[in-house]
Structures are given as C-alpha cells and as structure tokens.
C-alpha cells in the first residue's frame, strides 16, 4: 500500500507563492505517475496537474498554467507543486494522488488514481 503525505500548505496573499511536496516512503517511486488535486468548499474536486512516471511528461489545468509547476525529485520520493501569482480562487484542499505503477500516462482525471494523501490546505487571501 503506497501512502502518500502532502505538506506546504498554509495562508498566503494573493500574488504569493506556495511550494507544495508530496512524499511516499516506498522504493520504486518513480514508476508512479502522480497527480495533483483539489477540492474547495462546495465545489467539486478538480485536477490541478501531473507528471508522468514513463517519459516526465508533464500537464496543467488551463486556469492554473503559467503560475503553477509540477516537479519530482526520485531520490527523495517527493513530487512538488510550485505555486506562483496565487490568486483568492486558489483556495483549496490540495491533495495528491498516484496512479497503479501499471498505469504511467498523465491525466487530470481523479478516478484514474489509486492512492491518495490526506490534504493540505492552502487559502489565499488578504
């Protein structure tokens, strides 16, 4: 079973800057296509970004491009999410996710993941 942990949450103005991790203590992390996700208060959760364990192929919700970043360090079986211009509609639970080690494409979709981490809040405001 593959446990996953999210930190660097926290409050932030708008036009701040967040670096969220996500880490697993299991070898052969890099097989495994991550995602990140989020959930804001009475909305839907929503794919936010991805890396791919196959090729580092990498994707972003539209409204999320040219301010966020995904990245993944494998020696340290962690897999980051720079946030950059963040605005008050970022705020959110965030949660990262991995896919089956079978399954390495990249997707945005929530029901393609198999395990799930238990959140970091990140609000945004003034």
């Known amino acids: 079973q593959l446990q996953l942990v999210e930190s660097g949450g926290g409050l932030v103005q708008p036009g701040g800057s967040l670096r969220l991790s996500c880490t697993a203590s299991?070898?052969?992390?890099?097989?495994?296509?991550i995602g990140w996700f989020r959930q804001a208060p009475g909305k839907e959760r929503e794919g936010v970004s991805c890396?791919?364990?196959?090729?580092?192929?990498?994707y972003l919700q539209d409204s999320v491009k040219g301010r966020f970043t995904i990245s993944r360090d494998n020696t340290k079986n962690t897999v980051y999410l720079q946030m950059n211009s963040l605005k008050p509609e970022d705020t959110a639970i965030y949660y990262c996710?991995?896919?089956?080690?079978?399954?390495?494409?990249?997707?945005?979709?929530?029901?393609?993941?198999?395990?799930w981490g238990q959140g970091t809040q990140v609000t945004v405001s003034s």
């Open positions: 890396i791919s364990s196959s090729d580092g192929t990498t």
């Open positions: 299991r070898f052969a992390w890099d097989y495994y296509t």
């Open positions: 996710a991995a896919r089956s080690r079978l399954l390495r494409t990249c997707t945005l979709s929530s029901s393609a993941y198999m395990y």
